[in-house]
Nanobody, 121 residues
Framework: QVQLVESGGGLVQPGGSLRLSCAASGSIYRLNGMEWYRQAPGKQRELVAASTSGGSTNYADSVKGRFTISRDNAKNTVYLQMNSLKPEDTAVYYC???????????????WGQGTQVTVSS
């Protein structure tokens, strides 16, 4: 079994910063892609930032230049540094990992429980 645990959410004023963390634990052979998604009330879940095991990254247009995804493969952890936050960034942020449990086997999708980010004055 694999668990993803997010932390770092909270209330911040517009223009402020937050750093989210997502730690994966359990019977992990390899973490492939790791991503951050978010879901605002009444809206669909959307991809915010993605990181491959090789180090490539991609971002939603709405967060480019403000958010940075990074990962520590030794700690099975992915981070999301969020700067210049705007009220429209308010959402529940979820971590996702494409995970292999053993060599040569298929990978599985795992999700964290979500962490609330609220940007408000």
């Amino acid at each position: 079994q694999v668990q993803l645990v997010e932390s770092g959410g909270g209330l911040v004023q517009p223009g402020g910063s937050l750093r989210l963390s997502c730690a994966a634990s359990g019977s992990i052979y390899r973490l492939n892609g790791m991503e951050w998604y978010r879901q605002a009330p009444g809206k669909q879940r959307e991809l915010v930032a993605a990181s491959t095991s090789g180090g490539s990254t991609n971002y939603a247009d709405s967060v480019k230049g403000r958010f940075t995804i990074s990962r520590d493969n030794a700690k099975n952890t992915v981070y999301l540094q969020m700067n210049s936050l705007k009220p429209e960034d308010t959402a529940v942020y979820y971590c996702h990992a494409d995970t292999q449990l053993a060599w040569g086997t298929r990978s599985y999708d795992y999700w964290g429980q979500g962490t609330q980010v609220t940007v408000s004055s």
